[in-house]
């Protein structure tokens, strides 16, 4: 859709949120790293399905990148960019999502 995101996915059976979103982030964006055990925060959206609306609530985790992919699961579909979370929050549609990369504090790494 040309739109900015960041890589999220559905739960996966067996795995924690937080391996969900690591898979997420190398099958999304190409990159590999550690997530942060606790999310920085929540967000809810309307997500458009076939038949119809469901609102959807999504635990954001963030990642230690550690390595970028030249190819990845999605390459073909999505483009990856990088840019500090301020500037981010201004082109994401959806308000909540905004609102948390617009008030994020990026923490010192995690030891886990």
């Given at each position: 859709?040309?739109?900015?995101?960041?890589?999220?996915?559905?739960?996966?059976?067996?795995?924690?949120?937080?391996?969900a979103?690591?898979?997420?982030?190398?099958?999304?964006?190409?990159?590999?790293?550690?997530?942060?055990?606790?999310?920085?925060?929540?967000?809810?959206?309307?997500?458009?399905?076939?038949?119809?609306?469901?609102?959807?609530?999504?635990?954001?985790?963030?990642?230690?990148?550690?390595?970028?992919?030249?190819?990845?699961?999605?390459?073909?579909?999505?483009?990856?960019?990088?840019?500090?979370?301020?500037?981010?929050?201004?082109?994401?549609?959806?308000?909540?999502?905004?609102?948390?990369?617009?008030?994020?504090?990026?923490?010192?790494?995690?030891p886990?």
């Amino acid at each position: 859709t040309r739109r900015f995101i960041v890589p999220k996915g559905w739960p996966m059976k067996g795995k924690s949120g937080r391996r969900a979103a690591t898979i997420e982030a190398q099958e999304e964006a190409g990159v590999l790293g550690k997530s942060l055990k606790q999310p920085a925060g929540t967000y809810s959206y309307w997500k458009r399905m076939t038949e119809g609306f469901i609102r959807v609530d999504v635990s954001v985790y963030l990642l230690q990148v550690t390595e970028e992919l030249a190819d990845w699961r999605e390459a073909a579909n999505r483009q990856r960019a990088w840019l500090p979370p301020a500037d981010a929050a201004l082109l994401i549609d959806e308000p909540e999502l905004s609102t948390l990369l617009r008030d994020l504090t990026i923490p010192a790494a995690d030891p886990a």
